[in-house]
């Protein structure tokens, strides 16, 4: 044995056998694998730091779309229908203070799930440029607020039962929703339809003219992105059936006083002249079912109740308040002149912009009227009719079920 493996022999006796175990040990485990370096290029954000975002489409799929994790430069999607890689599409994104479509090339996909009745493929997506996405920071609200369906939601809920509420109540919702949209704070933070919603309430609120109340709403929708507008239309069509049941009886005058007032609620001085009304009063036209007329200014008509008053001029005395009962009707006129133009002749073509749904109305008289209505309710009362020619003496229509024969959506 040579002087080396003396001294190994030695030194290794010299180590305490603890010590020694303890080595061993150490060396029998395996070392971990170091992780690999991370390659990408953008920080990935899951759906959890996309509550911003509304809604996600892929154009030239036909599949359902949902994002698993989104950055400025790609995104992972899932659909169930085949992503073939080297593919290229476009995406579209939308959501709070954020819109945008970008093109996208598929790097690779894989198919996720054969468990359910429909397959799933998963694909890594590169966009052609990079796009800017909104702070993934939690922005603290000023007050706790409770989760909430969706402004739109209410409305689509508030609409169909309209014709059941009065003015009243309809405005007490239109209100509280009006108030969880103000206490987001900035116009910024709100939903497109609560930005609609804070347009119309205010005028509501202080009794403005319908049609200054429409024209306020269309201002508002005609500010939104253009890329919003489309898809606020069902929405501006439930706001406008909800103006139609408020805007005649949303001053605390016409909501408040009882149906057997004895006198109207003069607002100005009395005028020399009847026809140039106060605008809290309708000047109509009423057409009774047996072919009889009455014409006169009323503050209370509203689809929802049995009858209304009809005075001959808004300074008119109290004996000469007629009430008149909506079953023993045909329809009511709202006109713009008593007399109107006996030579001109209505336009029969409906625009491009006419809005709500195009119906031809006959009833059991064999009269015959074409327009566009919002709140036409088969099992209704009755339901309203905008006329064709906006240039016409009748500025909308009253139409009583009971009279119609025949209701034909053009």
């Not at 890329?227 to 069509?237: L, N």
């Not at 709140?375 to 020619?389: A, I, T």
């Amino acid at each position: 044995m040579s002087p080396l493996d003396l001294d190994l022999a030695n030194s290794v006796e010299a180590v305490p056998f603890s010590v020694r175990l303890a080595e061993r040990r150490a060396l029998a485990q395996p070392r971990p694998t170091p992780r690999p370096a991370e390659r990408r290029a953008h920080v990935r954000r899951t759906t959890r730091d996309l509550e911003w975002l509304d809604s996600v489409r892929l154009t030239g799929s036909t599949g359902c779309v949902r994002l698993l994790d989104l950055s400025e430069g790609g995104a992972l999607l899932e659909v169930d229908a085949p992503l073939r890689p080297g593919i290229k599409l476009v995406l579209e994104l939308s959501g709070r203070n954020f819109d945008t479509s970008v093109s996208l090339e598929v790097l690779r996909s894989s198919i996720n799930n054969l468990a359910a009745a429909t397959s799933l493929y998963r694909g890594a997506c590169v966009f052609d440029r990079l796009i800017e996405l909104p702070s993934s920071k939690p922005i603290a609200p000023k007050r706790a607020l409770p989760r909430f369906v969706g402004t739109d939601a209410a409305l689509l809920y508030l609409h169909a039962r309209a014709l059941g509420m009065d003015s009243r109540q309809i405005m007490h919702v239109l209100e509280a929703l009006h108030t969880r949209a103000a206490a987001k704070g900035s116009r910024a933070e709100r939903e497109p339809a609560e930005t609609l919603l804070a347009a119309i309430v205010p005028p509501l609120r202080r009794a403005a003219p319908r049609e200054d109340v429409v024209a306020i709403l269309y201002t508002s929708l005609r500010g939104l992105p253009e890329k919003v507008q489309p898809r606020m239309q069902k929405t501006t069509t439930r706001l406008l059936a909800l103006i139609d049941q408020c805007a005649a009886a949303a001053t605390p005058e016409a909501v408040d006083t009882p149906e057997d007032t004895t006198t109207p609620t003069v607002l100005e001085p009395a005028l020399t002249n009847a026809d140039e009304a106060p605008t809290t009063f309708q000047r109509m036209v009423v057409r009774y079912a047996d072919g009889k007329i009455a014409k006169g200014f009323s503050q209370d008509f509203h689809p929802s109740r049995a009858q209304f008053s009809l005075w001959p001029a808004v300074n008119a005395a109290p004996s000469e308040r007629t009430i008149v009962q909506i079953q023993t009707l045909k329809a009511v006129f709202f006109v713009k002149d008593f007399n109107g133009n006996p030579g001109y002749r209505e336009r029969k073509m409906f625009t491009a912009r006419s809005q709500g749904r195009r119906v031809e109305v006959t009833f059991l008289d064999t009269e015959v009227i074409l327009g566009t209505t919002l709140n036409y309710r088969p099992d209704g009362e009755g339901f309203f009719v905008n006329p064709v020619d906006p240039a016409a003496n009748n500025t909308r229509v009253f139409v009583v079920a009971a009279a119609v024969k025949r209701v034909r959506f053009l």
